[in-house]
């Protein structure tokens, strides 16, 4: 498994989960802001994915064990800077706003930066992923976790995000992530991103359709039972 030189300290891993994201890779790499390196995690693509990520200059590592949290982990673990990055890789999300999220983890005002999705169009974010994602996130502000969305982009520091322990490598991934934080007393900041159309020739494995939500809540629900939410 190729493991990312450590020599640039200025240097900024970017993790990004990809099932099926050759379409949307090209452009998606390109637009990395110069000091971003891309770590592709293959989660079993049978669309050439990790070949177009290689041509693009990504380091490829490959995860057989499907789900979106197990992307993420083997990410984390093969990536060898400091502060690290977590980015769909479908094109949704403009990766220069990456930048606004290293920004106050790299001057120490916070322990995480995680972006909170407005969408530039109608249609952008089904209703029903949507009034999910509402739902949970108002559960956790209730319980004092300052945010409004779950979104799948955000920054921290590297082992700190690894001992945190998270253990869902499914789609619960994220919720137990920021409960576990908060747990630890951690610095949440939310920061507005850009939430686009995904790039033509891929699709959603979660907010493209009702079935994927209703998975993502039964994960979401499986962390709750499991982790809780902080008091």
Do not use: Q
Request: net charge positive; charged share 20%; with cysteine.
């Amino acid at each position: 498994m190729p493991t990312p030189s450590n020599a640039d300290s200025h240097a900024i891993d970017v993790v990004l989960p990809c099932l099926d994201e050759a379409a949307a890779l090209p452009g998606v790499l390109a637009a990395l802001p110069p000091g971003y390196r891309a770590i592709v995690v293959d989660n079993g693509s049978r669309d050439g994915s990790p070949e177009v990520a290689a041509r693009c200059g990504a380091t490829v590592v490959h995860e057989p064990r499907r789900g979106y949290g197990a992307a993420v982990h083997a990410g984390l673990a093969a990536a060898g800077t400091d502060v690290v990055c977590v980015l769909d890789a479908d094109g949704s999300f403009d990766p220069a706003e990456l930048a606004a999220l290293v920004t106050p983890v790299l001057a120490g005002r916070a322990d995480l930066a995680v972006g909170r999705r407005r969408p530039v169009a109608r249609g952008v974010w089904p209703w029903h992923a949507r009034a999910g994602t509402a739902l949970v996130a108002a559960l956790l502000r209730r319980r004092g976790v300052p945010l409004h969305d779950l979104s799948p982009i955000r920054a921290g520091r590297r082992e700190a995000l690894l001992a945190l322990g998270v253990r869902d490598r499914a789609f619960g991934y994220p919720l137990e992530l920021l409960i576990r934080a908060a747990h630890a007393g951690w610095r949440i900041h939310e920061i507005d991103v850009r939430y686009a159309p995904r790039a033509a020739g891929t699709r959603s494995k979660v907010s493209g359709s009702v079935r994927g939500t209703l998975r993502a809540t039964r994960d979401f629900a499986a962390v709750l039972r499991t982790v809780g939410v902080p008091r």
